[in-house]
């Protein structure tokens, strides 16, 4: 099992940056995948970004690319999303996501991600 905890939205003017974490606790393995997801209100829930638990390999969707760069933080066991030049569009619930079969097709649907936390919000203003 693997227990996700969330933290770090808020509101912020458009422009602006804010940084989420995810501290990750119980079993992890090299091979995980570790997952951001966003899900606006009345829209599906949305792939953002994906690190590898171990090495450089990063994924980030079209529409983040080049504002949103995912980090780790392996000796605390912590992801971060750093979110720069954040839009109105922005504005969701941002989840952190597990997937334990590690890198490979399908990575940006959420389907294929085995644990998830609670969700932090982030609302961008304009």
């Known amino acids: 099992q693997v227990q996700l905890v969330e933290s770090g939205g808020g509101l912020v003017q458009a422009g602006g940056s804010l940084r989420l974490s995810c501290a990750a606790s119980?079993?992890?393995?090299?091979?995980?995948?570790m997952g951001w997801f966003r899900q606006a209100p009345g829209k599906e829930r949305e792939f953002v970004a994906a690190?590898?638990?171990?090495?450089?390999?990063?994924l980030y969707a079209g529409s983040v690319k080049g504002r949103f760069t995912i980090s780790r933080d392996n000796s605390k066991n912590t992801v971060y999303l750093q979110m720069n030049s954040l839009k109105p569009e922005d504005t969701a619930l941002y989840y952190c996501?597990?997937?334990?079969?590690?890198?490979?097709?399908?990575?940006?649907?959420?389907?294929?991600?085995?644990?998830w936390g609670q969700g932090t919000q982030v609302a961008v203003s304009s």
């Open positions: 119980g079993r992890t393995f090299s091979s995980y995948v």
């Open positions: 690190i590898r638990w171990t090495g450089a390999r990063t």
């Open positions: 996501a597990v997937r334990a079969t590690g890198w490979g097709t399908s990575i940006t649907s959420p389907g294929t991600y085995n644990y």
